[in-house]
């Protein structure tokens, strides 16, 4: 008598009901979801080999899972009609298979849905320039992209041109003309893709991640030409991204491409997720560059170029623009994050926690030396100039 298979599909389609991110399965372990960015696992039995083989002969068709066992690697889209759409990682571990899918809601949220700055509207409206959505993984820059693409989608006549690895979330054409490429399905790679993308004639490119030298080299070329080119970058913020961008190039080509930055470069938007006050779901907190004149100069001269993180701060009323720890000084205001998680999160803690201190009272928790030293951040000898534009 055959073992009765375990059934997979129940599990993803829980996911929705939980408020789960993601689920992972490996051998030896129990199914485990991902709830508010912490790992929870089920109250199940571990998997086995034979688990693991069924999920990829669940989810895998015949060549994609040829493909697998010959590269021990694979990232695919899976949906389940009516319930969700899932980006899916095999791997191998130890000798055994691995999986991980990532829910993708069926819905693409609004940008006021998410809570982002209606700053994002407008950039995507732009007629041309590189738009970069950064943050570590897991932090939401998928979701933001789509939702920025979906803005547009019902705003004005464009056409789109997407190419992902795997595609996510699905866009319905509204008012723009949207082709949705996926790598290993409808192209054989992103490099393949972007040679072609200028000659289907896009409006708007959107690339699912700068990659290598040739994606960006490509990308910078189409924003050059008068074309909106929007991808992401695993990066923590707008300086320590335009570092990376350079790290793809020569030392003696890097003058030229801070050249191109500077004159195509139109926002860095980088994104942090926070745990809402009450522990229902999670919040971006979200720093934007816009690149003005000032941050320009900053990108040129590489002994300025750390003075975009000031530059930031100082355009908060003129630009539009803000930093990470002015994102979260007003989510802690409005009481959609606790302070202390604000503070753990804070690009610059020890000033942060004692500016929070000053302006909510003594209804906030005062923290002790010990605890500010902990945060690694050096005593201000002054209030910082964010508080104090603040303060006035």
């Not at 009516?82 to 949220?109: D, E, H, K, W």
């Not at 998410?114 to 943050?135: M, N, R």
């Not at 934007?288 to 000032?294: A, K, L, W």
């Not at 003129?318 to 302070?339: G, I, N, R, W």
Request: one cysteine or more; charged letters at 25%; proline letters at 5%.
């Amino acid at each position: 008598m055959s073992e009765e298979k375990r059934d997979f599909l129940a599990y993803l389609r829980s996911m929705v009901a939980m408020g789960a991110s993601d689920l992972h399965v490996k051998v030896g372990a129990p199914p485990t979801f991902r709830v508010d960015g912490v790992l929870c696992p089920l109250d199940e039995p571990t998997c086995s080999t034979a688990d693991l083989n069924h999920l990829a002969d669940t989810v895998l068709q015949p060549v994609r899972r040829e493909k697998f066992d010959r590269e021990l690697e694979l990232d695919v889209s899976f949906s389940i009609p009516g319930v969700a759409r899932y980006r899916v990682n095999f791997c191998c571990q130890r000798g055994t298979m691995g999986a991980s899918f990532r829910l993708v809601p069926m819905t693409i949220p609004t940008l006021e849905v998410l809570g982002l700055p209606p700053v994002l509207g407008e950039l995507v409206q732009k007629s041309h320039g590189l738009i970069l959505v950064t943050g570590p993984t897991g932090q939401g820059k998928s979701t933001t992209v789509a939702s920025m693409i979906d803005h547009v989608n019902h705003l004005t006549t464009r056409k789109i041109v997407t190419v992902e690895d795997p595609i996510e979330y699905l866009h319905r054409d509204d008012r723009c003309l949207i082709y949705q490429r996926e790598v290993g399905h409808d192209t054989h790679t992103f490099a393949h893709a972007l040679r072609h993308v200028l000659r289907q004639d896009p409006d708007i490119i959107m690339i699912g991640e700068i990659r290598d030298e040739e994606s960006l080299t490509i990308a910078l070329n189409a924003a050059n030409t008068g074309h909106l080119v929007i991808s992401t970058l695993h990066t923590a913020d707008a300086v320590q991204s335009i570092q990376r961008i350079l790290t793809f190039f020569e030392p003696h080509e890097q003058d030229e491409i801070r050249r191109v930055l500077a004159d195509n470069l139109r926002a860095v938007v980088s994104q942090r997720l926070l745990p809402r006050t009450g522990g229902q779901g999670r919040l971006a907190a979200v720093e934007i560059m816009i690149n003005t004149g000032t941050i320009k100069d900053y990108i040129l001269d590489p002994a300025k170029t750390s003075l975009i993180k000031d530059a930031i701060q100082t355009g908060a009323t003129q630009y539009q623009m803000q930093s990470f720890d002015q994102a979260m000084l007003q989510m802690v205001e409005k009481k959609l994050v606790t302070p202390e998680t604000a503070i753990q999160h804070a690009s610059r803690p020890n000033e942060f926690a004692l500016y929070l201190q000053g302006i909510l009272g003594s209804g906030t928790r005062a923290f002790s030396t010990t605890e500010l030293k902990a945060l690694d951040s050096p005593l201000p000898e002054e209030e910082p100039k964010w508080i104090q534009r603040k303060a006035a």
